[in-house]
């Protein structure tokens, strides 16, 4: 499915495979590079090494086009327009996965600078779940929710592991690591990465 090998980005170099429908928990002390190397595979950043989707070299597409199969989720998502709904190719078709993440439907017309952190995290969610990737990378996507709205999450994300999608998903819960994935990778200072037991 997704292979990455050798690939470097500032001090951080990581080798491994992430299988169809695969969820894998990134893990390792704050400042180690996890999210850096989140952004390497979506081709974010400047890197080097080899990273494949299905055999394919992600140098051989164009860099949107590989984003929309490989997404990245900021912890803190960006926003550049004034209402929620601009964000979305398709409001109407957001709605329900809006609404199962506990905001209203009408959320589609508010002020983005109404929003809280946790409602722009869950907004966040839905809009990289619309693009149907087959690769979801996502950085601390509950780190600001509650209880409730991180379970709705989990279990949103699992449905979409079941389907096929493969994700990695950096966490600093070492409870939701072992929720949520079937393999945890750990970062350590050198930017190296190291397989946990379960």
């Not at 001090?11 to 969820?23: D, K, P, Q, T």
């Not at 509650?146 to 409870?175: C, F, K, L, P, Y």
Request: aromatic share 4%; with cysteine; proline share 4%.
């Amino acid at each position: 499915m997704l292979s990455v090998q050798s690939l470097s980005r500032l001090h951080i170099c990581a080798s491994f495979e992430l299988h169809r429908g695969e969820c894998i928990a990134l893990q390792g002390p704050s400042g180690v590079g996890k999210t850096v190397l989140l952004r390497a595979i979506a081709d974010l950043d400047p890197n080097t090494g080899i990273v494949k989707l299905d055999g394919v070299l992600r140098e051989s597409m164009p860099a949107p086009a590989w984003r929309r199969q490989v997404t990245y989720l900021a912890a803190e998502p960006g926003w550049w327009a004034d209402t929620v709904q601009d964000h979305f190719k398709a409001w109407a078709d957001a709605v329900p996965l809006v609404e199962k993440l506990g905001l209203a439907g009408s959320c589609g017309t508010w002020s983005v600078r109404r929003l809280s952190t946790g409602e722009k995290q869950r907004l966040g969610l839905v809009r990289a779940l619309m693009l149907n990737s087959r690769v979801l990378l996502l950085d601390e996507p509950t780190s600001s929710l509650d209880a409730e709205s991180t379970r709705v999450v989990e279990t949103m994300i699992a449905d979409r592991v079941s389907a096929g999608t493969s994700v990695i998903w950096i966490t600093h819960d070492d409870a939701q690591a072992r929720r949520v994935a079937s393999r945890q990778l750990m970062m350590n200072g050198g930017g190296q990465l190291e397989e946990q037991s379960p």
